[in-house]
């Protein structure tokens, strides 16, 4: 199941940019975050697959989602210009952003080489 972020969420599961100057993941594996916004169709084309890998890849993986309208302060820190935009955060190494609605085997590619995640 996939889950919305807040700022302070965002802070304690993924990245504290506010302590931490340097990219520090503080999940304890591998996420995936969405930066999307209601009313965007191509976002509403990607939730679905998003809740779809979240249940094939279970406690593997975790499928977070941020709504940019309500979390300005979020997607400016991650200059988000164009949405849907994906934040790949490997557990160790640096992020990965992507944007556009990718393809459910694309986003599968994605996970199992940026993210090194196998179902």
Do not use: H
């Not at 503080?26 to 939730?47: H, R």
């Not at 697959?49 to 309500?70: H, R």
């Not at 979390?71 to 955060?89: D, G, T, Y």
Request: glycine letters at 6%.
């Amino acid at each position: 199941m996939t889950e919305n972020l807040t700022k302070e969420t965002f802070l304690e599961k993924v990245f504290n940019f506010e302590k931490n100057k340097e990219w520090k993941f503080e999940g304890d594996v591998p996420c995936i975050i969405d930066f999307y916004a209601d009313w965007c169709g191509p976002c509403k084309m990607v939730a679905p697959i998003l809740e779809q890998l979240s249940e094939e890849y279970g406690d593997k993986l975790n499928i977070y989602k941020v709504d940019t309208e309500k979390e300005q302060e979020l997607s400016a820190a991650f200059a988000i210009r164009s949405i849907p935009s994906m934040l790949f955060c490997p557990k160790d190494g640096e992020p990965q952003m992507a944007q556009g609605a990718l393809p459910k085997q694309e986003l599968e590619r994605i996970i199992k080489d940026v993210l090194g995640v196998e179902k």
